[in-house]
């Protein structure tokens, strides 16, 4: 793969969906999100065991902080929370 383009933040939203595309995700925002550069991703946790997987996963090679959460609409027991992954300052020294 040739060289990614650089960009201040990427945004993303719903794209925990099925597991076998788990990793495939998390190889593709590992491309892009290096030294500053943050992912923001707009999620609903639907599934407790897969998004558990995900956010393991994820903390392997990001910090994932919780920037934002909107109080559960009517008929739905959580609501949207953003999340920032920035490259875990490990994996950016064996970058």
């Known amino acids: 793969m040739e ?3 650089v960009f201040d ?5 719903d794209v925990v969906y099925y597991d076998y595309l788990i990793e495939p995700l998390l190889e593709t925002i590992r491309v892009f999100v290096k ?3 943050g992912f923001f991703m ?5 599934w407790k065991k897969r998004d558990a997987v995900f956010f393991r996963r994820a903390k392997k ?3 994932v902080l919780m920037v934002h959460t909107d109080p559960p609409v009517t008929g739905s027991r959580t609501g949207v ?3 920032r992954f920035t490259a875990r300052r490990r994996s950016l020294e064996a970058s």
């Open 81 to 83: 929370s953003i999340y």
């Open 9 to 13: 933040a990427i945004i993303a939203s």
């Open 61 to 63: 090679y990001f910090d």
């Open 42 to 46: 707009a999620h609903l946790r639907r």
């Open 35 to 37: 030294g500053e550069v």
């Open 3 to 5: 060289s990614a383009p």
